[in-house]
């Protein structure tokens, strides 16, 4: 089976976020919120056995809320040996300005803080999510903060309608003003119901600017260079000193002769979709 990943779903009781877009928000959430060690164990010794070797951790919520948790699974990683040699951590930034926090991470092996926003210019980021006031941050100085503390910044765009006024040029170059070292641009998802979450994708998902960014990229005068494709189908250009990855399938439906990952949820079994419980694995 090739899979390309591994994500660790963190439990959490909501999340300090109502990111408006939020795609956890949007399926009902029933899974048991227990830590059974060995379960967990056993499920990341299958996918090592099946030649993954990238672990992202994540959450419905903000994964740092369950500090706890985050404490278990390093136990877990150092007993087995620090079993994924790439670990990457998706956030909205909001509790990763604590010492603390950043040392939680530390313990996990973490490589890589995958932050992810939706206005880089900072204007409307945080409404957006609809982040507490007192967790609200500047971008470009939590930017500064995780580089400094040694970690690979991958910027994942969600790209709202705040984006088509700018040019692929300005995207870029903002992009490496805040420091990424990789940037993925995200397409919104949304479902066919009537959610809140749904609504507001279909009015604020950007129109143009993604297929512009393509075309800048990969097209044919594109400023980019190829470096490698993903099992998943998608391709990595190089451009300006930063990887780029356009992420059409964030969901993962569209490729049925790879999974782009697999996916330990909170009652410690393994799934091939979020949104799927029939996806069960085992």
Request: charged letters at 25%; glycine letters at 6%.
């Amino acid at each position: 089976m090739n899979i390309q990943s591994i994500s660790i779903v963190v439990p959490t009781k909501g999340c300090v976020n109502s990111c408006k877009f939020c795609v956890s928000r949007m399926h009902a959430n029933d899974y048991e919120r227990i830590f059974n060690k060995f379960q967990i164990q056993k499920r990341i010794k299958w996918a090592v056995m099946n030649g993954v070797n990238t672990c992202i951790i994540t959450g419905t919520g903000e994964a740092l809320q369950n500090k706890n948790f985050l404490y278990l699974l390093s136990e877990i990683f150092s007993e087995l040996e620090h079993p994924f040699p790439n670990v990457e951590f998706q956030t909205t930034g909001v509790l990763l300005t604590a010492v603390d926090n950043i040392q939680h991470l530390k313990s996990l092996g973490v490589n890589t803080i995958s932050l992810s926003v939706s206005d880089i210019y900072d204007d409307f980021n945080m409404e957006i999510i609809s982040a507490p006031p007192s967790l609200r941050f500047n971008l470009k100085e939590l930017c500064i903060i995780i580089k400094n503390e040694g970690f690979n910044l991958r910027l994942s765009l969600n790209m709202t309608k705040y984006y088509d006024d700018a040019t692929p040029q300005d995207l870029i170059n903002r992009c490496k003003y805040l420091g990424a070292d990789q940037v993925t641009f995200r397409k919104l998802y949304s479902s066919d119901d009537n959610s809140e979450q749904s609504q507001w994708v279909k009015e604020n998902a950007c129109v143009k600017i993604l297929d512009e960014v393509r075309e800048f990229i990969k097209g044919k005068n594109g400023k980019g260079t190829l470096l490698y494709h993903l099992p998943f189908g998608a391709s990595v250009y190089s451009i300006n000193g930063m990887s780029t990855v356009i992420d059409d399938d964030c969901m993962s439906k569209e490729n049925d002769a790879a999974l782009k990952y697999v996916i330990l949820r909170e009652n410690g079994k393994l799934y091939a979709r979020w949104d799927d419980e029939g996806s069960l694995i085992f």
